[in-house]
């Protein structure tokens, strides 16, 4: 069975520009979260999805990051525009419908603004 | 808040040594512990969560609840344990998101 994939492993964009990250879930997953390592800091909760809908955001940093997931099957992040300090390492997990399974993580994508 | 607190960032230790990855929490509800490891080059994955009680890898973690902490143990360390190692909760029996702590390095010398 495929893991979580994520897409691209690697961006190198210039401050003011827009990323966006993809991610693919394990199939049949209906939780997708987001989370993100800034450099020297703790992995941190960004959001969670329940199949399409958005079942906490609160951990988004601000208005220029935008999660989606039409469909409720992959789910993208767009950061726009980017800021130096949205550097670091974005992980996309998933997990089943079912309480306290565990979350599945992706290699991450690594996220670098110049 | 929930938090948890890594105090080490870097834990070397020779091969065949014990090793006890230290782990505190603050949390005002229920929580579930977990360590997650990333070996080099591959993904995070869960290494032991409290409630399973198990051994994995040789690896034990108890949760004391009274000094709120989720010690990692191995009594003897091997050198394919070389990795980071983070510590986590999240509210139990939910689908809630994990909470991270910052991360230990643990380097085992041959």
């Known amino acids: 069975e495929a893991g979580v994939t994520q897409f691209p492993s690697h961006s190198v964009i210039e401050k003011g520009q827009t990323v966006t990250l993809r991610c693919d879930p394990i199939?049949?997953?209906?939780?997708l979260y987001w989370y993100r390592r800034v450099m020297g800091k703790e992995i941190k909760f960004l959001l969670h999805?329940?199949?399409?809908?958005?079942?906490?955001e609160s951990g988004m940093p601000n208005n220029r990051f935008l999660a989606e997931r039409t469909g409720g099957t992959y789910s993208t992040l767009k950061v726009q525009p980017a800021e130096l300090e949205d550097s670091g390492v974005y992980f996309c997990a998933s997990s089943q419908d079912r309480l306290g399974v565990e979350q599945f993580f992706g290699p991450g994508t690594r996220l670098t603004v110049l | 808040a929930q938090r948890v607190t890594q105090p080490e960032k870097l834990l070397s230790v020779f091969k065949g040594a014990p090793v006890e990855l230290k782990c505190n929490y603050s949390?005002?509800?229920?929580?579930?512990l977990f360590w997650y490891v990333q070996y080099s080059r591959q993904r995070l994955q869960l290494l032991l969560r409290?409630?399973s009680r198990e051994s994995i890898k040789g690896f034990t973690a108890d949760l004391n609840k009274g000094e709120t902490s989720f010690h990692l143990k191995k009594p003897f360390a091997q050198e394919e344990d070389s990795a980071m190692y983070y510590c986590a909760l999240s509210e139990a029996g939910g689908y809630q998101k994990v909470t991270f702590g910052t991360g230990t390095k643990l380097q085992v010398i041959p």
């Open positions: 949390y005002s509800g229920s929580p579930e």
């Open positions: 199939s049949g997953h209906d939780n």
């Open positions: 999805f329940v199949k399409e809908s958005k079942q906490d």
């Open positions: 409290h409630i």
